[in-house]
């Protein structure tokens, strides 16, 4: 994991113990997903109920290129997130089942895409709103959107950048997918 996770903690008082199972749960994903960008985990404490003890509520919200994985494991009735390290378990146990089917899915569109994958230049970025245009080889804008990036530094993509993506038919229009920076800026900006 590129960065040290984040930890919140909601009705309990923060607890080293916690903090570095959380943790040690955490370094695991990476075996299923190498490329994630940040973690944040909040533990939450709920209140305590007449026929049973507190419960405990974990989210973990990954960010990975494209987009972001998020977790929330709600104890509901589950009697077993009475104890906060099986409530961890259970969270980190979803988060990684959504990183496989994520990975999964990329996997299988990066194939279908490696054989026609085309070049462009960033036309246009509007950063703010989270999308852009890109010139295609053979001169047709095509719109993106900031989740269709495959390596997901949207913050190195400026006007004149060297991209590959897949070109794709929507309802507006053609829009460029699997969208990867090759190159840097042509100097504009």
């Known amino acids: 994991m590129k960065l040290t996770p984040q930890f919140t903690f909601h009705g309990l008082e923060r607890?080293?113990?916690?903090?570095?199972?959380?943790?040690?749960?955490?370094?695991?994903?990476?075996?299923?997903?190498?490329?994630?960008?940040?973690?944040?985990?909040?533990?939450?404490?709920?209140?305590?109920?007449?026929?049973?003890?507190?419960?405990y509520r974990v989210r973990i919200d990954l960010t990975v290129p494209g987009g972001e994985v998020v977790v929330d494991r709600d104890a509901g009735l589950d009697h077993r997130h009475e104890d906060v390290y099986v409530a961890l378990h259970d969270a980190f146990e979803a988060a990684r089942r959504r990183l496989e089917d994520r990975e999964r899915t990329w996997k299988t569109h990066r194939e279908q895409a490696g054989v026609s994958r085309e070049h462009g230049?960033?036309?246009?970025?509007?950063?703010?709103?989270?999308?852009?245009?890109?010139?295609?080889?053979?001169?047709?804008?095509?719109?993106?959107?900031?989740?269709?990036?495959?390596?997901?530094?949207?913050?190195?993509?400026?006007?004149?950048?060297?991209?590959?993506?897949?070109?794709?038919?929507?309802?507006?229009?053609?829009?460029?997918?699997?969208?990867?920076?090759?190159?840097?800026?042509?100097?504009?900006?």
């Open 15 to 55: 607890s080293p113990a916690i903090e570095a199972k959380a943790l040690e749960y955490a370094q695991r994903l990476d075996r299923f997903a190498d490329r994630i960008m940040g973690c944040r985990v909040d533990i939450e404490q709920t209140a305590q109920h007449h026929h049973q003890g507190r419960m």
């Open 121 to 189: 230049e960033v036309a246009r970025v509007f950063a703010d709103e989270g999308y852009g245009f890109i010139t295609a080889a053979d001169g047709t804008e095509l719109y993106f959107h900031r989740n269709s990036l495959s390596d997901g530094d949207w913050q190195r993509l400026d006007i004149g950048a060297e991209v590959r993506f897949t070109r794709a038919e929507g309802e507006k229009g053609p829009h460029a997918r699997l969208v990867t920076l090759v190159g840097p800026a042509g100097g504009q900006s």
